[in-house]
């Protein structure tokens, strides 16, 4: 099965707990509009990449890795998107989940995301317990504290805070899990794939970053200068939009070499860069061609 | 080792991962304040007792799943008071979190507390990952969705609810889940103790609705009066005081009847019947004594 079709399977088998009897019928409506239709579902077509190239002996388990990275990205941006933090009117093209059911059903359908991660990652997981407690290690470090996705926003609440810092370790706390989930999941030492999770997420945030001065809100499906707006880090603020697209390459090429010896790394490689171009805002392509 | 330090000392170890280095410090402190000092822990205080009553072959493993509840009650608290939903001023004494660190960091705090109890537990289970699996999905259940104590929540936004039925399932999640849990981490069968998880935590509903008629503020912790203000269910409101301290009365001799059959069932039993005095609030036992 391509990777695309297990990603989405697995999530919606998860997110179809919310549909059972007993749920309240606008929170289980709340989990679809978080969670469908995705993104690019970035982070766990790379999880699931990683487990291929390590041999992927156990796909069930890859699978629930993959989903739980996925439903914690949801999570993040839904209690981000609440009005104490960025307010934000549209998300994926769609109103951004507080708008469309309200603050109390977002704060709680972010919470139900949490928990759905670990509760799908051990349901997928159940036929490889011993690799259980190290897949929850590693996607509850890159979501907790202290340097998870939640340390990361809570910096912002700080009087005094490398805001640069911090940001790039949000983004990069998710690639970081992505990549050695995928190894653990299909029993493989996690640790080597850390570099090339760290890579791919500062790769992902200069993108992002270029997206937000280059692309048009269509295309981004939320509004763009957001971050000069907020006084918020950017690689294209600070280097310029060429040199960040610079920035941007050397980057990619240093996360394919970063990829550890395993039975796929070639495979892995052309796969990384080929996605890399996808990175790359529209906007900016059509200036390149 | 007794329980009260058993609890203490693994919730402590739990909370210490805000203390690392790269976390925010005020999310640290934010993290210390949900959790201590805490109420009665009555939650993780049943998990090891029941977990006891098993045999407790795996203390490590009982200590996270209890330890585990306790966060997770811990958060649900802080995600309650949110202005969204409660605003409440105060909780066990002390400003309610997010009147002490502001609405983004009680977001946060109750976000990173679900993160931890996961973590918590898959760390104290490792020697067991036979019985982690079963423990992430009890736990689960009794927060998540369907019927966890976030759908619970999520009945006050929709239109039409059954609110006293929410009211007592959101109080019975984690009852439930403290008495399945602690079985589950002691190796034996859980589903037996759902029932007396149940019965519990209709007892412990029905005391907290005659606290809040019959305590004083400073026994609580936090106003009192609330459910009338608010016209939530209230037993007190419904049966009167003296046939809410009736109904507690039944509700607590069935909890004992529905102890299983198990290595240390008499010694629970007597367990439940002596702690069950401590739900009366301090007034009504002295307006009895």
Do not use: N
């Not at 079709?5 to 509009?33: K, N, S, W, Y």
């Not at 971050?227 to 941007?248: N, Y």
């Amino acid at each position: 099965m391509v990777a695309g079709t297990r990603i989405e399977q697995t999530l919606l088998a998860a997110v179809h707990r919310g549909d059972l009897p007993g749920c309240p019928p606008r929170l289980a409506e709340a989990l679809h509009h978080a969670v469908f239709p995705g993104g690019a579902r970035i982070r766990p077509r790379l999880c699931l990449a990683v487990a291929h190239a390590c041999g992927d002996d156990a796909p069930a388990t890859a699978d629930g890795a993959a989903a739980a990275i996925e439903l914690l990205h949801c999570a993040s941006l839904v209690h981000d998107d609440l009005p104490c933090f960025d307010d934000a009117a549209t998300r994926r093209g769609k109103p951004a989940l507080h708008r469309a059911f309200g603050e109390p059903l977002a704060v709680l359908a972010g919470d139900a995301l949490i928990v759905l991660a670990f509760q799908t990652l051990a349901h997928q997981a159940v036929a490889h317990p011993d690799r259980m407690g190290r897949l929850v290690g590693i996607v509850g470090d890159a979501v907790g504290v202290p340097r998870g996705i939640v340390a990361g926003q809570a910096w912002e609440s700080e009087p005094e805070a490398a805001l640069a810092e911090y940001q790039r370790e949000k983004t990069g706390a998710l690639f970081v899990a992505a990549c050695m989930a995928g190894a653990a999941a299909a029993g493989a030492d996690p640790a080597p794939w850390r570099a090339l999770g760290e890579r791919l997420g500062e790769a992902y945030q200069v993108a992002d970053d270029l997206k937000d001065v280059a692309a048009e809100a269509d295309e981004l499906g939320k509004p763009t200068g957001q971050d000069v707006r907020r006084g918020r880090p950017s690689a294209a603020a600070e280097l310029g939009i060429e040199g960040a697209v610079k920035r941007l390459e050397q980057l990619v090429a240093a996360a394919a070499d970063a990829i550890p010896a395993s039975p796929g790394a070639d495979e892995l490689r052309t796969l990384v860069l080929s996605e890399a171009k996808r990175l790359r805002p529209k906007s900016l392509a059509r200036t390149a061609a």
